[in-house]
């Protein structure tokens, strides 16, 4: 099964160092996914918001920031560990704050104008623009 990832539509996007660290859903689940900046390439780690409380333990993250430099395909050292046991560790409230599903994108132009009238007087008016349909599967 492939995934792609449209760093465009993600919620939040950081660089840290030669990391890609993107906020974004996967599966309809907030996802953090930590991917190579330079390794076009290479595996990416990611970090679900259903198994974000595992990460609050010293021990399961210190694991896998090994497992995930690993996947990551950056050298065996502890220095890697740390660093990405460190931006999994401080990347945690930004998951957990992020909206639970992305916004829905609109589509160009719009159908025209709703205006809300009491005794001939305008009190609220809005473009009517509609969303964008997305993926159906039957």
Do not use: C
Not at 30 to 55: G, N
Not at 57 to 86: C, H, S, T
């Amino acid at each position: 099964m492939s995934l792609t990832l449209d760093l465009d539509k993600a919620h939040l996007t950081r660089h840290i160092g030669d990391l890609i660290i993107a906020f974004t859903w996967m599966n309809d689940e907030r996802a953090m996914v930590i991917l190579p900046a330079f390794r076009k390439y290479a595996r990416w780690y990611i970090v679900l918001d259903s198994a974000a409380f595992k990460y609050d333990d010293p021990n399961y993250l210190a694991m896998q920031g090994k497992v995930a430099a690993e996947v990551l395909g950056m050298r065996p050292a502890p220095e890697n560990w740390f660093k990405i046991a460190k931006v999994i560790h401080e990347g945690l409230p930004d998951l957990i704050r992020m909206p639970f599903a992305p916004q829905p994108e609109k589509m160009l132009g719009s159908m025209g104008t709703v205006a809300l009238r009491e005794n001939g007087v305008v009190v609220d008016e809005f473009e009517l623009v509609l969303d964008k349909p997305g993926a159906v599967y039957v």
